[in-house]
Nanobody
Framework: QVQLVESGGGLVQPGGSLRLSCTAS??????????MGWYRQAPGKQRELVAAITSGFSTNYADSVKGRFTISRDNAKNTVYLQMNSLKPEDTAVYYC???????????WGQGTQVTVSS
């Protein structure tokens, strides 16, 4: 069993910042082998990729968050982060952490953390 636990969500005003964390535990044997990603799902919309980081530390971002969000990972802590700056109301969503191991096509999801951007 693998567990991903997100934290750091909350209510923030437009223009503010939040940092999300996702810590893995269980039979993951270290996240260093996994591609890690952050997804989000707003009410009535499909879940979408926000940012991802490979085991080799390559990153990619959705166009809507480029220049505002930064994904990073600390393999020693089995943790991936999403630094979110210049937040907009349209960033409001439940944010989910994802871990994917290519050779076995294993994929794990966290339970999600709510981010609300509102004045």
């Amino acid at each position: 069993q693998v567990q991903l636990v997100e934290s750091g969500g909350g209510l923030v005003q437009p223009g503010g910042s939040l940092r999300l964390s996702c810590t893995a535990s269980g039979s993951i044997f270290g996240i260093y082998r996994y591609a890690m990603g952050w997804y989000r799902q707003a009410p009535g919309k499909q879940r979408e990729l926000v940012a991802a980081i490979t085991s080799g530390f390559s990153t990619n971002y959705a166009d809507s968050v480029k220049g505002r969000f930064t994904i990073s990972r600390d393999n020693a802590k089995n943790t991936v982060y999403l630094q979110m700056n210049s937040l907009k109301p349209e960033d409001t969503a439940v944010y989910y952490c994802n871990a994917h191991y290519g050779p076995s096509s294993s994929t794990y999801w966290g339970q999600g953390t709510q981010v609300t951007v509102s004045s």
